[in-house]
């Protein structure tokens, strides 16, 4: 029996009918491939950001067919830390497309890795830019976008600072993206985890009437990603048969075992700023560990939250730890168990144990802490994991014994 991955027509209930949405075929009008490109560049929240490199976030465009010796990157977004997004449309019918975007993606980073920040706010100046930057460079279009506590003074060393370490989020971005494209990335992969982020994001478009421009519901979909990050020097060679030759330094030591993504190795660069040069390796190991009593980190633009998956199999989960890149710790929505049918004791008496232990306060509606020095935390390290692997075990047997 053979399987295939598709799409199916979403419905519209409003109260009275269901009404079956109608999908836009990408390939030809009114989305033709310059369309979907269009639509990328106005609406930057359409991609999964936050669920791929949250430290790229939030996304600015800097414009469209950005000129490089590789040839015009269809879209460019930086992120107020200098994050650099490069993302190209592709329409999955072009035979040639499915073979050499992934190579071609690649080239770009590898000719933008070589760029400082004047090269590449040389190279946005002849791109398409927004309509509402007057002067058309950079930090014209980033002042613009008004976001909030920018620095600028940083801004420009961080964008040259990620350049050189190819610390780049590339998004290939089509519709029905074939087996093919997915075995590709996963090549690549499985061959080396690389510096920057690669991902490949499928776009499905309908309208409830298909004569009428708006609304129009976008269905992104992540089809393939890689996960870890590590420094590669990559070799790319006729590109028009996407042949990559990756080769890997020796590994380093490092606050994590094992590979990182790119917003981890942001956290712990941050961490390493506002504390003692120590504190990365012992939050390193601190998370490992916590990881070891089945938490899961979810990693922010500047936190990670330690969160456990629902033990009766729902889609919840439940926070037991925050830290942040600023140094600190807390607990948070300890409620939320208790909301889902878990005995609520269960949390309150984690939360109790970590007051009394680390002294931490109470916030206004006890259901967590206020922020906290994360030395202090690391300080009781033992007794810390012994309250978590309790509050753990408690709530799977509990939903153990709601099973029965």
Request: aromatic content about 6%; some cysteine.
């Amino acid at each position: 029996m053979t399987t295939t991955r598709q799409h199916t027509s979403p419905f519209i209930i409003d109260g009275q009918a269901a009404r079956r949405l109608v999908r836009l075929p990408l390939d030809q009008p009114p989305f033709p491939e310059a369309k979907l490109q269009e639509l990328l560049f106005a609406y930057p929240e359409l991609l999964p950001i936050d669920e791929l490199e949250p430290a790229f976030s939030p996304m600015i465009c800097l414009g469209r067919e950005i000129p490089t010796p590789a040839g015009p990157i269809d879209l460019l977004y930086a992120s107020p830390d200098g994050y650099l997004t490069l993302a190209e449309t592709k329409l999955w019918s072009s035979v040639e497309a499915r073979r050499t975007v992934v190579a071609q993606v690649l080239d770009y980073a590898k000719e933008l890795s070589r760029w400082n920040f004047e090269q590449l706010d040389q190279a946005v100046r002849k791109g398409l830019r927004p309509d509402k930057v007057t002067g058309g460079g950079i930090l014209d279009i980033i002042r613009a976008a008004g976001v909030e506590g920018f620095n600028e003074r940083t801004f420009t060393d961080d964008i040259t600072r990620h350049l050189r370490a190819c610390r780049l989020l590339l998004l290939v971005v089509g519709e029905g993206i074939r087996e093919g494209m997915e075995a590709m990335a996963a090549h690549l992969q499985s061959s080396a985890a690389l510096r920057f982020s690669l991902a490949l994001v499928e776009i499905a478009l309908h309208r409830i009437d298909p004569q009428q421009q708006w609304p129009l519901y976008v269905q992104p979909r992540i089809v393939a990603r890689t996960t870890e990050v590590i420094r590669a020097v990559i070799d790319i060679r006729n590109a028009s048969d996407a042949v990559v030759t990756v080769s890997m330094p020796q590994s380093e030591d490092g606050p994590r075992r094992g590979r990182v993504r790119i917003t981890e190795e942001a956290f712990f660069e941050k961490l390493k700023e506002k504390t003692d040069s120590e504190v990365p390796r012992l939050v390193g190991d601190l998370l490992n560990a916590l990881e070891a009593l089945d938490l899961r980190p979810e990693w922010g633009s500047n936190s990670v939250s330690l969160r456990l998956d629902d033990p009766v199999g729902s889609d919840r989960q439940y926070t037991a730890l925050v830290l942040t890149s600023d140094g600190s710790f807390y607990l948070g929505w300890l409620d939320r168990p208790a909301r889902d049918g878990y005995n609520p004791a269960i949390a309150q008496e984690y939360l109790k144990g970590v007051c009394q232990l680390l002294g931490s306060k109470m916030d206004r509606k006890a259901t967590g802490t206020l922020p906290q020095d994360i030395a202090s935390l690391l300080a009781v390290r033992g007794e810390m994991l012994n309250l978590v692997e309790r509050f753990v075990s408690r709530l799977q047997a509990d939903a153990e014994s709601r099973r029965e």
